[in-house]
């Protein structure tokens, strides 16, 4: 995998973003992480078989792991859309395969609705398509601190202490790999997108081929039913919560490959 930097604004605000890229001779994949992540979430990419020559673009969203923004308070959800489109064009891809996951999946969802000619398939990991989805966003409302630094300190404690897969892990990382003073403006985008953005009318309208992937802990999910209804494929991971990537990732990476080997098979030829 190359790494390197690629540096442009957006609304204004300067960007120098790392990306993690590889060349290949198939219709390449574009890759957006999570919160409190970075693109090395999918790196094992090119560990499995399935993807060999393959292109691959994965980048740390503003805000995060090593990319610089000169402007935190700018960052929401349309902001990280804009800079994944012009990722995208940096590298010259016209059609791709999209994974997102989480926050990732949710600003997937907002590129893929608003270029959808662009896009052969899209993996969304449990990215936000209601309120209920905003489990650790709205807690920049449940719980309001005016520091930002005492809000990301709480939040780590709470979130280290949460039961299931994965949770002590993600928490211990966190801040390391994403800023301070860019948590609560992602999360108020991410809360006011989730009650208020039609977002599972948007995700049901896209006109490719759909997975949404979930850990086993989120099976409860109350619209995975209306997902299946209208040809969304659903793919549960077990002993897992929200971050397959950490907890069963052989799994999820399995899953996501014949995803996009099926939704290649029924594209148009000619």
Not at 20 to 32: H, N
Not at 43 to 53: E, N, S, T, Y
Not at 259 to 268: H, K, M, N, V, Y
Request: with cysteine.
């Amino acid at each position: 995998m190359n790494e390197e930097f690629v540096e442009f604004s957006v609304d204004g605000t300067m960007l120098r973003i790392a990306t993690m890229t590889r060349q290949g001779r198939r219709a390449p994949i574009v890759l957006l992480h999570g919160f409190g992540s970075t693109k090395e979430d999918f790196a094992d990419v090119a560990r499995f078989p399935q993807f060999d020559d393959r292109p691959v673009i994965a980048f740390d969203a503003p805000g995060c792991g090593l990319s610089e923004c000169d402007n935190l308070s700018a960052i929401s959800i349309p902001f990280l859309r804009k800079t994944a489109e012009r990722v995208i064009a940096h590298y010259g891809i016209s059609k791709f395969h999209l994974v997102g996951h989480s926050m990732g999946g949710l600003t997937a969802l907002l590129l893929a609705h608003h270029n959808p000619s662009t896009v052969l398939s899209f993996t969304n990991i449990e990215g936000n398509l209601h309120a209920e989805d905003c489990f650790l966003s709205r807690q920049v409302i449940e719980h309001a601190e005016q520091d930002p630094e005492q809000f990301m300190a709480a939040f780590v404690a709470r979130t280290r202490r949460s039961p299931g897969f994965s949770w002590a892990l993600f928490a211990t990382g966190l801040e390391h790999k994403v800023r301070t003073t860019a948590v609560k403006p992602i999360f108020r985008s991410i809360v006011d997108l989730s009650d208020h953005g039609d977002l599972l009318d948007k995700f049901l309208e896209l006109p490719f081929p759909r997975l949404f992937m979930y850990g086993d802990e989120s099976r409860s999910l109350s619209y995975l039913g209306r997902l299946q209804e209208h040809g969304v494929k659903l793919s549960e991971v077990p002993q897992c919560g929200h971050f397959p990537m950490y907890a069963n990732p052989i799994t999820m990476w399995r899953h996501i490959g014949a995803f996009i080997d099926r939704a290649e098979t029924e594209l148009p030829h000619g």
